[in-house]
């Protein structure tokens, strides 16, 4: 098993997606006597599991089946392990795109957090590009190089424990685009510029905060980024439901139309008909947006490194 490579067979030491519906799912790590408990029973990964296609519908000890699903960027961002507050799929699709990343990029990202941005880039620069990721707690440091050896894809990734904002990225002119996740980003634009190849390249930085994206734009006009600009991604969730709407009053025409042969010169009948049509509901199916939707997330600010 591998992020950036399908397998159609479950073995073990992979980890699989258990599927109990689109709110409720896990990760799990394939063991040969391992066992996990779901609300449907027990999975026995032994009999139920390995060799299994993934994709396979698997009856738990209570009767109840779920589906086991080959891991993916995205589903690994939605049950990753958070060691950090994590970027989710809205922002990441921009960032990739924005970034220009592709087959063969060279990244270089701070702070790797709990790898939710990361394996994402290393699915998208895949087979032939590299990740350069620097993180500055240790400990997370090494639980990411640890999930990057069990996940298949370290050899496309170089995990680094430094201060970026002090010692950069440990590489110069050979990255495509720099991304930036850090509480003072205006510190590391410097050895972001550093960093990217010399004939240019693409910037991203996240910041929750406007204070941050200003004293990170100025930053980056001090060194010569052009194309500066920031965005926020504001994601509307719609549910369709059965709307009831009363019938407009469209007058004396559309009284004689619904009641052909009513006698509408007697004032007593107009207004009894008027009272019915305002009586009247009509029914139909109608997107709404939720009440409550989570709301800001971040600003995203990118650049161009100049040529000049």
């Known amino acids: 098993m591998s992020f950036i490579d399908y397998g159609d067979t479950i073995k073990e030491g992979d980890t699989a997606i258990v599927f109990l519906g689109?709110?409720?799912m896990f990760p799990v790590k394939v063991q040969h006597?391992?066992?996990?408990?779901?609300?449907?029973?027990?999975?026995?990964?032994s009999t139920d599991l390995i060799?299994?296609?993934?994709?396979?519908?698997v009856t738990c000890s209570k009767g109840g089946w779920v589906y086991i699903l080959h891991p993916t960027p995205e589903l690994w961002t939605v049950n990753l392990?958070?060691?950090t507050q994590i970027l989710y799929t809205t922002d990441i699709s921009?960032?990739?795109?924005?970034?220009?990343?592709?087959?063969?990029?060279i990244v270089c990202e701070s702070g790797t957090g709990s790898g939710s941005l990361s394996h994402a880039i290393i699915r998208t620069v895949a087979q032939t590009g590299h990740l350069y990721t620097v993180e500055f707690h240790q400990q997370r440091a090494e639980k990411a190089?640890?999930?990057f050896q069990e996940h298949k894809v370290n050899n496309l990734v170089t995990v680094k424990n430094q201060d970026v904002c002090k010692n950069g990225f440990g590489v110069s002119?050979?990255?495509?685009a720099v991304f930036l996740d850090i509480p003072s980003p205006w510190e590391a634009v410097g050895h972001a510029k550093s960093a990217l190849k010399y004939e240019g390249g693409r910037f991203c930085s996240f910041s929750p905060c406007i204070e941050q994206v200003q004293r990170t734009c100025l930053a980056l006009e001090e060194h010569g980024f052009t194309e500066i600009n920031t965005l926020e991604i504001l994601l509307r969730v719609y549910n369709v439901r059965t709307i009831s709407l009363q019938i407009p009053d469209l007058g004396k025409a559309a009284e004689e139309k619904l009641s052909p042969g009513f006698d509408s010169s007697n004032q007593s009948n107009q207004g009894a008909q008027c009272a019915t049509l305002q009586q009247g509901t009509v029914q139909f199916k109608s997107g709404v947006p939720l009440r409550e939707m989570a709301g800001h997330t971040g600003y995203l600010t990118f650049a161009t490194k100049s040529l000049f």
Do not use: F
């Open 22 to 24: 689109h709110e409720s």
């Open 33 to 45: 006597d391992g066992k996990t408990q779901t609300k449907y029973g027990i999975i026995r990964h």
């Open 51 to 57: 060799g299994k296609p993934y994709g396979s519908k």
């Open 81 to 83: 392990p958070h060691r």
């Open 94 to 105: 921009l960032i990739t795109m924005m970034l220009e990343l592709k087959p063969g990029s």
């Open 145 to 147: 190089v640890e999930e």
């Open 173 to 176: 002119d050979i990255a495509d």
